[in-house]
């Protein structure tokens, strides 16, 4: 039986077609195509090959960095001709470690290869929907609150930057591009304070050292700044120097923690937090509501497309003030807070239960009382509500990129709220929701809104209403 088997994929493996192209060869071609990841798309024999740095339109020499069975990739060796859309400034470190994949586009060609994207994949489900042009920035640098920047050692000493694309080699960064510069000055001042008493950085390795990231989060309006020191070890040597020189070079720091992760794991933050100095949270405000915000705590790093985002979504939910509504995955109660006045209640559910703490620590600090918070899983949750008899008017749902469950869906559908609105951070997903929903009786109300919460980047946030037939 074994032999036989052997035979049968030996032969399989003879009949697959071979690649035309080979590791490190060299050739001229066009690129066609980007795809969702940012990367440029030539074809050979129509075997693609994905090349970074590469813009639709161009005439390039193309060098084959890997080759699999069905695809491979490739380098920009030299450009031939030069696409009208590329952006000539690009922040190379931004590329190289993926901080930025869409940095080599110019702004608007960015926005609309977002629009494109969302366009696309409704059409290949074959749902009729009109996508509006993507909302921009202005400024679509400078503008993420929240910093995790990974720390190793680099010549013997510790080195904060990022990695490589698909490694896990640091490339030392200072200016992060999409970042707030002033979150990149305080990382460089708490590398080179740590360095003058020679903390040793994590070693992924062998699971040695101590700071394995420094977290930066900055409030955009209030300006009070966290620090967030990620080590390994239980102690960090000498933080009873380290600790008022960080307060007297950052007159902004109003808050100095450390997050305790001694698992051999990608996942950056631990469960622990010990406060080394000032408050456990800093505080910024979103509708000129004040929201209190922890070193774990979910809160948007784009704060001010999060605003166009939340408007967006409250102006298309059409509100008149006497509705019940339901938000699920309400996170730390950013959208149910922001629309609160607008409804009559507001229920959320939240699996994570310190940000179920922080809803409710957010509502009190805004003397918000028509809303409630609850603890679970939401499509449980839902089934539960939909179960009792719950008929919310409005549900708003702003998922993680995985999107919704089939049994949410069902269970939103069955309370036959006049509206959902559907927040979403990933085309593909909400693609297969709304047809989803479309089965169950919902279509699609106006356009379908992209927003650019992360500019330079390949995520693509979007508003979808759904109104039931």
Same mark, same amino acid.
């Given at each position: 039986?074994?032999?036989?088997?052997?035979?049968?994929?030996?032969?399989?493996?003879?009949?697959?077609?071979?690649?035309?192209?080979?590791?490190?060869?060299?050739?001229?071609?066009?690129?066609?195509?980007?795809?969702?990841?940012?990367?440029?798309?030539?074809?050979?024999?129509?075997?693609?090959?994905?090349?970074?740095?590469?813009?639709?339109?161009?005439?390039?020499?193309?060098?084959?960095?890997?080759?699999?069975?069905?695809?491979?990739?490739?380098?920009?060796?030299?450009?031939?001709?030069?696409?009208?859309?590329?952006?000539?400034?690009?922040?190379?470190?931004?590329?190289?470690?993926?901080?930025?994949?869409?940095?080599?586009?110019?702004?608007?060609?960015?926005?609309?290869?977002?629009?494109?994207?969302?366009?696309?994949?409704?059409?290949?489900?074959?749902?009729?929907?009109?996508?509006?042009?993507?909302?921009?920035?202005?400024?679509?640098?400078?503008?993420?609150?929240?910093?995790?920047?990974?720390?190793?050692?680099?010549?013997?000493?510790?080195?904060?930057?990022?990695?490589?694309?698909?490694?896990?080699?640091?490339?030392?960064?200072?200016?992060?591009?999409?970042?707030?510069?002033?979150?990149?000055?305080?990382?460089?001042?708490?590398?080179?304070?740590?360095?003058?008493?020679?903390?040793?950085?994590?070693?992924?390795?062998?699971?040695?050292?101590?700071?394995?990231?420094?977290?930066?989060?900055?409030?955009?309006?209030?300006?009070?700044?966290?620090?967030?020191?990620?080590?390994?070890?239980?102690?960090?040597?000498?933080?009873?120097?380290?600790?008022?020189?960080?307060?007297?070079?950052?007159?902004?720091?109003?808050?100095?923690?450390?997050?305790?992760?001694?698992?051999?794991?990608?996942?950056?933050?631990? @469960? *622990?937090?010990? !406060?080394?100095?000032?408050? =456990?949270?800093?505080?910024?405000? #979103?509708? /000129?509501?004040?929201? %209190?915000?922890?070193?774990?705590?979910?809160?948007?790093?784009?704060?001010?497309?999060?605003?166009?985002?939340?408007?967006?979504?409250?102006?298309?939910?059409?509100?008149?003030?006497?509705?019940?509504?339901?938000?699920?995955?309400?996170?730390?109660?950013?959208?149910?807070?922001?629309?609160?006045?607008?409804?009559?209640?507001?229920?959320?559910?939240?699996?994570?239960?310190?940000?179920?703490?922080?809803?409710?620590?957010?509502?009190?600090?805004?003397?918000?009382?028509?809303?409630?918070?609850?603890?679970?899983?939401?499509?449980?949750?839902?089934?539960?509500?939909?179960?009792?008899?719950?008929?919310? @008017? *409005?549900?708003? !749902?702003?998922?993680?990129? =995985?999107?919704?469950?089939?049994? #949410?869906? /069902?269970?939103?559908? %069955?309370?036959?709220?006049?509206?959902?609105?559907?927040?979403?951070?990933?085309?593909?997903?909400?693609?297969?929701?709304?047809?989803?929903?479309?089965?169950?009786?919902?279509?699609?109300?106006?356009?379908?809104?992209?927003?650019?919460?992360?500019?330079?980047?390949?995520?693509?946030?979007?508003?979808?209403?759904?109104?039931?037939?």
């Amino acid at each position: 039986m074994i032999v036989g088997r052997r035979k049968g994929q030996k032969k399989e493996k003879m009949m697959k077609k071979k690649a035309p192209v080979v590791k490190n060869q060299e050739f001229d071609a066009e690129v066609i195509d980007l795809t969702y990841q940012g990367n440029g798309v030539v074809k050979v024999d129509d075997f693609p090959v994905f090349v970074t740095n590469a813009v639709p339109g161009e005439k390039i020499r193309v060098g084959i960095t890997k080759v699999t069975s069905n695809y491979a990739f490739g380098r920009v060796v030299k450009t031939i001709e030069s696409s009208p859309n590329r952006n000539h400034e690009v922040n190379t470190a931004a590329l190289t470690t993926g901080i930025a994949p869409l940095a080599h586009l110019k702004y608007d060609a960015q926005l609309k290869f977002k629009q494109q994207q969302i366009a696309e994949l409704f059409s290949k489900q074959h749902i009729d929907v009109n996508v509006a042009p993507t909302i921009g920035m202005e400024n679509p640098t400078g503008y993420r609150n929240k910093a995790q920047i990974p720390a190793r050692e680099i010549k013997g000493q510790l080195t904060t930057g990022f990695f490589r694309r698909g490694s896990h080699r640091l490339m030392p960064i200072e200016d992060f591009y999409i970042q707030d510069p002033e979150i990149d000055k305080a990382i460089v001042i708490i590398r080179d304070i740590l360095r003058k008493f020679h903390v040793p950085a994590y070693d992924e390795i062998h699971h040695k050292g101590v700071i394995r990231n420094i977290m930066v989060r900055r409030g955009y309006y209030s300006h009070e700044m966290m620090v967030v020191l990620v080590t390994r070890s239980k102690r960090i040597p000498g933080a009873n120097i380290i600790i008022p020189q960080i307060k007297e070079v950052l007159p902004e720091v109003t808050s100095i923690i450390q997050n305790v992760n001694q698992d051999k794991t990608n996942v950056i933050l631990g @469960d *622990v937090n010990h !406060v080394l100095w000032g408050n =456990k949270v800093i505080k910024d405000t #979103l509708f /000129d509501k004040t929201f %209190a915000i922890g070193p774990n705590s979910f809160y948007q790093v784009n704060p001010q497309t999060t605003e166009i985002l939340y408007k967006l979504a409250a102006d298309k939910a059409e509100l008149t003030g006497n509705e019940t509504v339901i938000d699920a995955y309400s996170g730390i109660g950013t959208i149910s807070l922001t629309i609160a006045d607008k409804v009559k209640s507001v229920l959320g559910v939240e699996v994570v239960p310190g940000a179920v703490d922080d809803a409710k620590r957010n509502a009190d600090l805004n003397n918000v009382h028509n809303v409630k918070f609850e603890l679970g899983k939401a499509e449980e949750k839902m089934v539960a509500w939909q179960q009792d008899g719950l008929k919310p @008017d *409005v549900i708003f !749902v702003d998922p993680p990129r =995985k999107g919704l469950t089939t049994e #949410l869906i /069902d269970a939103a559908s %069955a309370m036959a709220p006049s509206k959902i609105v559907y927040i979403s951070c990933n085309p593909a997903t909400l693609v297969r929701d709304v047809a989803q929903f479309k089965e169950n009786g919902y279509t699609i109300k106006g356009d379908v809104q992209p927003v650019d919460q992360f500019p330079q980047t390949t995520h693509i946030e979007s508003v979808t209403v759904l109104e039931r037939n």
